[in-house]
């Protein structure tokens, strides 16, 4: 178990490392600020739109709420 949890310190100290050393770039930042809300609001719109079709144009039945809709069988005298 010991060598386990060193290995994955050592590999999560490393990966802190190479993170450091990416985050230094201002290109992810200038990505991220210039089409970051446009991709959220497009991806909003999309999946409503595709739930929108699924909920109102593909028939399927839901089957919400059994209130009112099950009813007990009449009794049998055998």
């Not at 290109?27 to 089409?35: C, G, P, W």
Request: with cysteine; glycine share 6%; aromatic share 12%.
């Amino acid at each position: 178990m010991y060598r386990f949890a060193k290995a994955a310190l050592n590999l999560s100290g490393q990966s802190a490392r190479q993170m450091a050393v990416r985050q230094k770039s201002d290109m992810s930042t200038e990505f991220h600020a210039k089409y970051g809300p446009p991709l959220l609001i497009a991806g909003a719109t999309f999946c409503t739109a595709v739930w929108a079709y699924v909920v109102t144009s593909t028939g399927i039945a839901w089957n919400l709420s059994p209130v009112g809709k099950v009813q007990p069988k009449p009794w049998q005298e055998e």
